[in-house]
């Protein structure tokens, strides 16, 4: 993806999160991956009213129409107020559609290769895998710190020093003034509203979880452009101090992240626990180191 094609998937990730009743923390546009961090609650769409649901299409369509359906929001809104015969079976369309991750993604990834395709004259799909999804656990410090490794992507690749600097992240966004991500920013530190202290406290987050003696660097096949995620020289950190810098597999490839107990217990309600070979989760890293001792996941082993 170029610049042009970033700022697409921005606004193709927003307006479909909106219609999907999801928040997004944070996020990061590579030139080959992407990463999106996203808050949602299924319940708030199970009791979504029709007022809520004209809403969100609008936030999706605007002003035109939506083609499975064959209407924009003001035939919506009409519809759901006669409560004719169609009205609940487009109620249960549209809220299929909402409060799902997987369909989220599948209609993020359709909405963006549409775009490309008409822009450049191409056919065919644009993304080589499927998404992998990781449960976190909501005001935690596993929240605040996958959000740092999202933000942090930028400069573990060596595209720059300064994370603030990287338009198409989360934090980038927020440095520029943007609103949206301002309030991802906050939720992240747990507050209702931005504020020049939270955003402070997290860009100290970023640069404290860089770990001691790191620095970016890249390999000598490694474009400038980000086509592959750089590696960096751990320097000075030594055992049980990981900083985010490193590439941290678990918080790509595990089921479940979050303190120990509360992954546990997450496992227990979903029927994870006990299943093939007794797994439990396993903390991130040894005490005494940054404070990764804090978090627990969940790895898959398959």
């Known amino acids: 993806m170029d610049e042009e094609a970033m700022e697409a998937m921005r606004h193709i990730m927003r307006s479909q999160a909106a219609f999907a009743g999801m928040e997004v923390l944070t996020y990061c546009f590579l030139a080959n991956h992407f990463h999106i961090f996203v808050r949602l609650d299924p319940k708030e769409t199970e009791d979504l009213d029709d007022a809520g649901l004209v809403t969100r299409f609008r936030a999706l369509y605007g002003g035109t129409r939506c083609a499975s359906l064959g209407l924009d929001a003001d035939d919506l809104e009409v519809i759901l107020k006669k409560n004719g015969s169609s009205a609940d079976g487009i109620r249960r369309r549209l809220k299929a559609r909402m409060g799902d991750v997987s369909v989220y993604m599948r209609e993020v990834k359709t909405r963006f290769t549409l775009w490309y395709n008409q822009e450049h004259g191409t056919v065919g799909t644009f993304w080589a895998e499927r ?131 509360w992954v546990e217990s997450f496992c227990a309600a979903h029927g994870l626990l006990g299943f093939r070979r007794g797994r439990k989760p396993k903390p991130l890293a040894e005490e005494g180191g940054t404070g990764f001792s804090t978090v627990a996941t969940l790895v898959k082993r398959d």
């Open 131 to 261: 998404f992998r999804s990781v449960v976190v656990e909501a005001d935690s410090e596993a929240q605040r710190m996958v959000a740092a490794y999202i933000d942090l992507n930028p400069v573990r690749a060596g595209l720059m020093e300064d994370a603030g600097d990287y338009g198409f992240s989360g934090f980038g966004e927020a440095c520029s003034g943007g609103s949206a991500a301002r309030r991802g920013i906050a939720r992240i530190e747990g507050q209702s509203s931005w504020t020049t202290q939270w955003h402070e406290r997290y860009r100290a987050r970023l640069c404290s979880r860089m770990g001691p003696g790191e620095r970016p660097s890249q390999r000598d096949d490694q474009s400038p452009s980000g086509e592959a995620e750089g590696e960096h020289k751990r320097g000075a950190v030594g055992a049980g101090e990981i900083g985010l810098l490193s590439k941290i597999r678990a918080f790509s490839e595990s089921w479940v992240v979050g303190s120990a107990a």
